[in-house]
């Protein structure tokens, strides 16, 4: 469904394609990959060996059913506080801490209620972690398309010549297994907390939201424009609001961890806007 004030938060849509955070420090600070971590380093080479198309397929089988946990999406959020993902290399913050500092950047910028929440739930897909992962190299990370050529655009793209699919004349060609402009919702992406997090929420948010919340870390399409040929008009349309969303998502981030108790039940509220009490995972 689209979301239900689409036409009156967007009878501006230049207004929102322009809206963008203005991040305290500078923009050229973040994802600063030639000057990574070793952590992060490892993590992403880990994550190009394995996300192979055989991986993909049985991780969406395997994490489809929804059957790891029943609770509330702020009871989740409690649990992620305990996770800090190994592939951001700009934040030391829990997820929890993030994930409030990009909502309350898009509370303050006026942003309707469907994209706050967004902002807030964006990463419980990390949850994966708890359930049955691998490690964090199926969790988190920057996402791609498998089952056709890997972009050199995509965060260190040496490491895909040791992934088995790489040599496999099925699926490193341009397309691949795809059609031309097939349409990202039938192209299969490297499994982790986009995905899952877009099964989890399926049934609950606008379709804006979930497009958003898939394709989040999408940085090869969304930043790089690698993946345009894949692209259907839908795509198109929805990429624009992952676009705007990734300003707040990622230079929101900052070393001022946000007052957890005392946004606690503003965010309760919303949450009952859009969820019920608990829910599958």
């Known amino acids: 469904m689209l979301a239900e004030s689409f036409s009156q938060v967007c009878d501006d849509w230049e207004h929102y394609l322009q809206c963008k955070y203005v991040p305290v420090n500078p923009v050229e600070s ?10 992060v380093v490892k993590l992403y080479k880990e994550q190009h060996e394995n996300q192979t198309v055989d991986f993909v397929l049985k991780s969406r089988k395997k994490f489809s059913q929804l059957d790891k946990a029943h609770m509330g999406i702020w009871e989740a ?10 592939s951001d290399n700009d934040t030391e913050l829990s997820q929890i801490e993030h994930c409030l500092q990009t909502a309350e950047a898009l509370r ?8 706050v929440l967004t902002g807030l739930i964006h990463d419980l897909g ?10 964090q190299w199926d969790v ?13 655009k995509i965060v260190y793209p040496e490491f ?39 099964m989890v929420a399926e049934n609950y948010l606008p379709e804006e939201a979930l497009y958003i919340i898939r394709y989040h870390s999408f940085y090869g399409q969304h ?19 992952v676009k705007i969303f990734n300003s707040y998502d990622l230079y929101s981030k900052s070393d001022a961890p946000p007052n957890i108790p005392e946004l606690k039940p503003y965010y309760q509220a919303l949450i009952r806007k859009f969820f019920p009490d608990e829910i599958n995972w």
């Open 77 to 86: 959020l409690e649990m992620l506080n305990e996770l800090t993902d190994e």
């Open 30 to 39: 973040f994802r600063t990959y030639d000057v990574a971590k070793p952590s």
């Open 140 to 152: 988190v990370g920057d996402t791609f398309p498998v089952g056709c050529r890997f972009s050199e």
């Open 108 to 115: 303050k910028d006026g942003f309707d209620d469907w994209m």
């Open 160 to 198: 895909f010549k040791s992934n088995p699919d790489y040599n496999n004349p099925a699926y490193n060609t341009l397309c691949g297994i795809y059609e031309p402009n097939c349409g990202l919702d039938n192209v299969f992406m490297s499994f982790g907390h986009d995905e899952y997090m877009y």
């Open 223 to 241: 930043r790089e424009n690698a993946y345009t040929h894949l692209m259907n008009e839908r795509d198109h349309e929805m990429m624009k609001w």
């Open 126 to 135: 990390k949850l994966l972690y708890y359930f049955g992962a691998e490690g």
